[in-house]
């Protein structure tokens, strides 16, 4: 616990909006950063470890890899029909509860995927699980920006979101684990159940915990929060409102002007571009790698685990230089530029010839542009919206960017099972995410500094 407040501390140092209230700030992000940060990691997991279970559960169910990626894609169909309706629901009646029903909800769902038992079934129960899982995301930037002023939100957001390099990290050594651990000589379940059915439920139920345990962790927002003292609330009140006073003028203020701005439109085209990759990734690395290397489940997630140690490096390290120089664009159409490289180069896999290493560092360098542009993308994309068209704003951009979610995993499904290769794919999923940098160095540059 020492070193991970040694770190949070570390994220807020240099950019404290006033010295008297710095010490609140970062006892702010030390109770609260850490928690929704394993939420996030469990959210993650639990999106994405059906790209382990693939590797067993589709033989099981019958299923091809067409079917897979619909199955994979579907998910954020739910997802972006939900994003603004829950987002606005969480306005309505609070974040502590809205979050907490949300985390239930999908984590019943996700262990729900363990009993599944065709298309159909697996078709309705991933709907759902995005459906319930829409609002969490943008719930949960809207909440930080509760409790953070601007110059803050960045870093604050940027080490939030390193839980996605680390559930890969964790989730894919795990998931191995469990595939490996849970399979018998003869092929047989154990309690009846195979072992990507105990993936789904070993990963699934902790979710429960957590969202029960959001209503007892976190507080509502600075005014309600019992570990504060009341003049460390009213200060810490008053950065916040001398922060919105001075929001640029550039921003939406309404949810009304939001719609109505080509560049929240922009910023969601990005996002979808950034998210393109982030799910190509995310789904079809074991595949990948299985093809490369063979079929060890413990050593599949084990070289899983690689993209997302480098990704975790390089999110933080860029995360560092953005906030020190103030600098948005280019940080983010940097690391879109690393991943357009690293996916091209892992397509050249099974082009040149068959070299597994390369297509390892071809992935490695794909996760680590596309996971950081991830991080680099909201505080660019925040610039655009005021206060009250956050909760509107924030959830259409995730909304439009979701829609990747379905399309990206889809794409690739369609295009392996057309040629018997990924590689195409990637090469697609390249020329998408330099369209989108393309954008973002056309956005204004007034809206580039925090």
């Known amino acids: 616990m020492s070193e991970t407040g040694s770190v949070m501390s570390a994220v807020i140092a240099d ?20 928690f929704i940060f394993v939420c996030y990691l469990f959210n993650y997991l639990d999106r994405v470890n059906v790209g382990f279970a693939k590797l067993q559960m589709l033989g099981a169910l019958g299923l091809d890899d067409r079917q897979y990626g619909f199955a994979a894609g579907i998910f954020f169909l739910g997802y972006v029909a939900c994003g603004v309706p829950s987002n606005l629901m969480l306005e309505k009646f609070g974040a502590r509860r809205w979050i907490a029903i949300i985390m239930v909800v999908w984590g019943a769902l996700s262990a729900g995927l363990a009993f599944v038992h065709g298309a159909s079934s697996f078709y309705v129960v991933r709907f ?25 939100r960045g870093r604050v957001m940027a080490l939030f979101m390193a839980a996605i390099p680390l559930s890969g990290v964790i989730g894919g050594p795990l998931s191995g684990w469990i595939l490996s651990s849970f399979s018998t000589k003869g092929g047989e379940t154990i309690h009846g159940l195979a072992p990507w059915q105990w993936l789904f439920l070993l990963q699934g139920l902790p979710t429960i915990l957590l969202g029960l345990a959001v209503v007892f962790l976190l507080s509502e927002n600075i005014a309600s929060a019992p570990w504060l003292q009341k003049p460390d609330r009213e200060a810490m009140q008053a950065v916040l409102v001398a922060d919105s006073r001075t929001a640029r003028q550039t921003t939406a203020t309404t949810f009304r002007q939001a719609l109505q701005s080509p560049w929240i439109w922009a910023m969601g085209l990005v996002y979808f571009c950034v998210q393109s990759g982030v799910y190509a990734i995310n789904f079809w690395l074991p595949t990948i790698i299985q093809t490369n290397f063979g079929s060890d489940m413990q050593a599949i997630g084990w070289l899983s685990a690689i993209p997302y140690v480098v990704a975790a490096l390089v999110m933080l390290a860029t995360g560092r ?13 940097g690391p879109m530029l690393l991943a357009a490289a690293g996916l091209f180069a892992g397509s050249l896999n099974g082009t040149i010839g068959q070299h597994p290493s390369l297509a390892l560092f071809g992935l490695s360098l794909g996760a680590s542009g596309a996971l950081t542009g991830l ?5 660019l994309a925040s610039s655009f919206l005021g206060a009250e068209a956050a909760a509107g704003g924030l959830a259409l951009i995730n909304s439009m960017g ?27 999923l390249a020329a998408i995410m330099l369209g989108g940098v393309s954008i973002v160095l056309s956005s204004p540059k007034s809206s580039v500094r925090s």
């Open 15 to 34: 950019n404290d909006p006033e010295d008297g209230t710095r010490d609140l700030f970062r006892r702010a992000t030390l109770r609260i950063v850490p």
């Open 128 to 152: 759902l699980t995005g459906a319930a899982e829409a609002g969490f995301f943008p719930g949960l930037m809207l909440y930080l920006t509760r409790w953070f002023p601007s110059r803050q």
């Open 321 to 333: 230089l953005a906030d020190r120089s103030g600098e948005r664009r280019w940080h983010l159409a």
């Open 375 to 379: 991080a680099m993308f909201w505080p």
């Open 402 to 428: 979701q829609i990747a979610g379905f399309a990206s995993p889809w794409i690739v499904g369609w295009i392996r099972q057309a040629t018997g290769s990924t590689d195409y794919g990637l090469i697609l």
